[in-house]
């Protein structure tokens, strides 16, 4: 869509597609916004696949809006509210209870973050699940992207880079003012915040309270750091 949805209930419905499946939209572009809008539908299909919306770009934004559909599932890019976030987009005050399923950047709020775009003040409490790479907020973050005042309480499975809030941070992205209390389970560079940061990536003033079994390179707050990447001002007791 290229416009603005507010105000929208969807409840019983089963969407089914391919690429760019959402609950309200499949793809938002050039300042488009979605807002005060409640789904309680399932939503299939293989990349890009979101509660809300299968993909955000380009200045566009998705607020106060709230998924409760009782499954979420693809392949790649699998979120909560959105699959893909990009292009300085923006998600806030957005939460998901839905169980969320994928191969790869699987996330309780979105899939993928990059490019200068954030998620703020959101919540899951849904389970997510797949092979690689997810999150209880966020799958991967990259390219100065953030996640801002946001928790997980949800499950998370996964064989690797998995977190409780991110499974992944790259260049230049940030968490900070997060917690989790969710599990985490059977995963290998997982942590309590964030699986793995590289790439001069930092994790800021965040906690983790949830338990956490898996193989190797696992941690309270992250399973790996690499390259210049930072951890401040946080804790564990899980």
């Given at each position: 869509?290229?416009?603005?949805?507010?105000?929208?209930?969807?409840?019983?419905?089963?969407?089914?597609?391919?690429?760019?499946?959402?609950?309200?939209?499949?793809?938002?572009?050039?300042?488009?916004?979605?807002?005060?809008?409640?789904?309680?539908?399932?939503?299939?299909?293989?990349?890009?696949?979101?509660?809300?919306?299968?993909?955000?770009?380009?200045?566009?934004?998705?607020?106060?809006?709230?998924?409760?559909?009782?499954?979420?599932?693809?392949?790649?890019?699998?979120?909560?509210?959105?699959?893909?976030?990009?292009?300085?987009?923006?998600?806030?005050?957005?939460?998901?209870?839905?169980?969320?399923?994928?191969?790869?950047?699987?996330?309780?709020?979105?899939?993928?973050?990059?490019?200068?775009?954030?998620?703020?003040?959101?919540y899951n409490t849904g389970q997510s699940k797949a092979n690689f790479t997810v999150g209880g907020v966020a799958g991967t973050i990259s390219n100065n992207s953030q996640i801002?005042?946001?928790?997980?309480?949800?499950?998370?499975?996964?064989?690797?880079?998995?977190?409780?809030?991110?499974?992944?941070?790259?260049?230049?992205?940030?968490?900070?003012?997060?917690?989790?209390?969710?599990?985490?389970?059977?995963?290998?560079?997982?942590?309590?915040?964030?699986?793995?940061?590289?790439?001069?990536?930092?994790?800021?003033?965040?906690?983790?309270?949830?338990?956490?079994?898996?193989?190797?390179?696992?941690?309270?707050?992250?399973?790996?750091?690499?390259?210049?990447?930072?951890?401040?001002?946080?804790?564990?007791?899980?």
């Open positions: 869509i290229h416009g603005t949805i507010q105000h929208i209930s969807i409840t019983e419905s089963n969407i089914i597609g391919y690429h760019y499946v959402g609950g309200i939209a499949g793809q938002l572009y050039d300042n488009s916004i979605i807002k005060h809008c409640n789904i309680n539908i399932k939503v299939n299909g293989n990349n890009y696949v979101g509660g809300i919306a299968g993909a955000l770009q380009n200045h566009s934004k998705i607020q106060d809006c709230n998924n409760t559909g009782s499954v979420i599932s693809g392949n790649y890019y699998i979120g909560g509210i959105a699959g893909s976030v990009s292009v300085n987009s923006h998600v806030q005050v957005c939460h998901n209870t839905g169980k969320i399923s994928g191969e790869n950047y699987i996330g309780g709020v979105s899939g993928e973050l990059k490019e200068n775009s954030t998620v703020q003040s959101c801002n005042a946001c928790y997980n309480i949800g499950e998370i499975t996964g064989r690797t880079y998995v977190g409780g809030i991110a499974g992944r941070l790259t260049e230049i992205s940030k968490i900070q003012f997060c917690y989790n209390t969710g599990e985490i389970k059977e995963a290998s560079h997982s942590g309590g915040v964030a699986g793995c940061l590289m790439n001069n990536s930092e994790i800021q003033s965040c906690y983790n309270t949830g338990k956490i079994t898996g193989h190797y390179q696992i941690g309270g707050v992250a399973g790996e750091l690499q390259k210049n990447s930072t951890i401040q001002s946080c804790y564990n007791t899980g």
